[in-house]
């Protein structure tokens, strides 16, 4: 489950986003049934100009991205297209959140999205260089971290290099477990724990951290309708 989508599911943590913020950070699914099919079917008429941002009636776009465990270079041309595609259809929309997969292929995507993004892009459960997440930090990226990231020292290590500002929360379930069951909403509370470590502070302190930066992250974004 991508960090926003859950974000609206711990009214706990973000009880004062207003109900119309709440209202567009949609479930994955209208990404899917949304954009991406337009997305695709400009591209087999050989027309990706069709997918144009006038087709993007949702604010929250993921979780869209590159998988380079695939090692079929042909896979690889036809996934860099869709988010390219992607990418230009957002930073001409200009209001969008853009959630990011990256496994293997962090560079490829951190030069997509370049230095000029008019919209915000969160690296979900990044794994790539420590080099290049500094490289998209600097370029205005946000990061989303989950427990699972903190039981190795290489992604606590890159949890470190996130400033607090820019520092989101995720479960990433069910690909993500919690003992021998899929991780759910409520387990971000984990995440909130390991980052108070991490921080050297409380747990309350490190939840409205991550309040404040979701808040951020929205702020000045159109409400939906």
Not at 11 to 23: C, T, Y
Not at 65 to 72: A, F, K, M, R
Not at 199 to 222: F, K, M
């Amino acid at each position: 489950m991508s960090a926003l989508v859950e974000a609206t599911e711990q009214r706990g943590v973000l009880q004062d986003i207003p109900d119309a913020v709440l209202h567009f950070l949609e479930p994955d699914k209208l990404f899917v049934e949304g954009l991406a099919e337009k997305v695709l079917t400009g591209m087999q008429a050989e027309s990706p100009g069709g997918a144009d941002a006038a087709h993007l009636d949702v604010l929250r776009i993921g979780e869209v991205g590159l998988d380079y465990q695939t090692t079929i270079e042909g896979d690889r041309v036809t996934q860099r297209r869709v988010l390219t595609t992607i990418i230009d259809c957002c930073h001409a929309a200009g209001d969008k959140v853009v959630t990011v997969h990256s496994r293997r292929a962090a560079d490829v995507v951190v030069d997509a999205f370049g230095d000029q993004f008019s919209g915000h892009y969160v690296l979900h459960w990044y794994s790539g260089s420590a080099r290049t997440l500094r490289r998209a930090i600097a370029n205005g990226a946000y990061v989303s971290v989950n427990s699972a990231m903190a039981r190795s020292e290489r992604g606590r290590s890159l949890i470190a290099e996130v400033p607090r500002p820019r520092l989101l929360s995720e479960t990433d379930g069910p690909f993500v477990t919690i003992g021998s069951k899929p991780a759910v909403p409520a387990d971000i509370e984990l995440v909130l724990t390991m980052l108070a470590g991490m921080w050297s502070v409380d747990v309350t302190e490190a939840r409205r951290i991550v309040y404040d930066n979701v808040s951020t992250l929205l702020r000045g974004l159109p409400s939906a309708s």
